[in-house]
């Protein structure tokens, strides 16, 4: 396929919703940086203005609505960990409720794969028993691009790294030779932009270049955060098995908050419909117990019913200390 047509594809699928994006993939923790999964329990009488408030954060990232009595699910991004707390503790001045904080304890696996068919209309020869892996031996899997740079010290950007990452961080430009426009654009050599690009994903900070794909557009409008409370001492076995199912999009160990919050393994899965998501649900719960009897003791499926905020990590010119 020639570039042109490919770069006029990319930006009709941009046009019509079927991408968000189409750029770098920015992963904040290695440059010292914190990606904070938060969340607030708003009532139904004050719901608008919580999400309002909540949304008016640049820091916020994403934000969900999610079936749940922590409702209100959503990304707080920051160029170092002690501002997390910081916005957070402003999120609650603001709207008047606590803010839960999620911290990513360990990364199984971040990537988006929509299954080319569902739990009830899989080809004959595929069955419980392999299913993505489910209670067969566990399949190799691609790593997660953390995993690969996982014992790297993470250290600040350069001045040249923020530059180049704030000039491309709402997306490439859709044209035959993207990075020499971008390299126009700050005044930089074309082989400058790719350098530095190449050092960017070699250090973890830009996980890499591509397309983020619009899920809902493509028919798969049903999604759930899997939540699931794994003995301590069995959640890393489980975490990295469920990973390598094929199953789910993303799979981290977060904390608990007792008596409030028991899980502390999560993952995302995706579908067409509600069904479709609880079949895949019931077939990796029945298999985990299977495979690890009794390390799953509790799990429970949010929802999200509303997307309320989507706007990736937005660096600025200069770190906020």
């Known amino acids: 396929m020639p570039e042109r047509a490919i770069a ?7 046009q019509e919703g079927l991408i968000t994006r189409f750029g770098p993939f920015i992963q904040v923790e290695r440059s010292g940086g914190a990606f904070v999964l938060a969340a607030v329990a708003a009532p139904e009488s004050a719901l608008e203005q919580t999400i309002a408030a909540i949304n008016a954060f640049p820091e916020v990232a994403h934000h969900y609505l999610r079936t749940h009595l922590l409702n209100c699910w959503f990304v707080i991004a920051c160029e170092n960990e002690r501002a ?10 603001a709207t008047g409720y606590r803010v839960w904080l999620f911290p990513k304890e360990r990364e199984y696996f971040v990537r988006l794969r929509l299954l080319p068919w569902t739990p009830q209309t899989a080809p004959d020869e595929v069955t419980l028993a392999d299913w993505s892996g489910l209670l067969a031996q566990t399949r190799p899997t691609e790593p997660s691009e953390t995993s690969q740079t996982e014992g790297m010290v993470p250290r600040p950007l350069s001045a040249r790294e923020r530059a180049l990452l704030i000039a491309t961080q709402a997306g490439l430009p859709c044209v035959v030779e993207p990075f020499r426009t971008v ?3 700050l005044g930089w050599r074309e082989n400058e932009v790719i350098d530095t690009f190449s050092a960017l994903i070699a250090r973890g900070v830009v996980r890499r270049l591509g397309i983020a794909v619009n899920h809902y557009a493509l028919g798969y409008r049903a999604n759930a955060m899997c939540v699931w409370d794994v ?3 069995a959640v890393d076995a489980v975490g990295s098995w469920l990973a390598a199912t094929g199953a789910v999009s993303h799979c981290y160990r977060r904390p608990r908050h007792l008596p409030h919050w028991r899980f502390n393994l999560f993952a995302m899965l995706h579908g067409r419909t509600r069904d479709e998501v609880e079949a895949q649900r019931a077939r990796l719960i029945e298999a985990c117990h299977q495979r690890f009897p009794q390390a799953l003791t509790a799990h429970d499926a949010l929802y999200s019913t509303r997307i309320l905020k989507k706007s990736g990590v937005r660096l ?6």
């Open 8 to 14: 006029a594809q990319i930006a009709q699928w941009l």
């Open 183 to 185: 390299a126009d654009h």
């Open 231 to 233: 003995a301590d001492e």
């Open 316 to 321: 600025r010119p200069t770190a906020i200390a």
């Open 84 to 93: 997390v707390t910081g916005v957070a503790r402003v999120i609650e001045q």
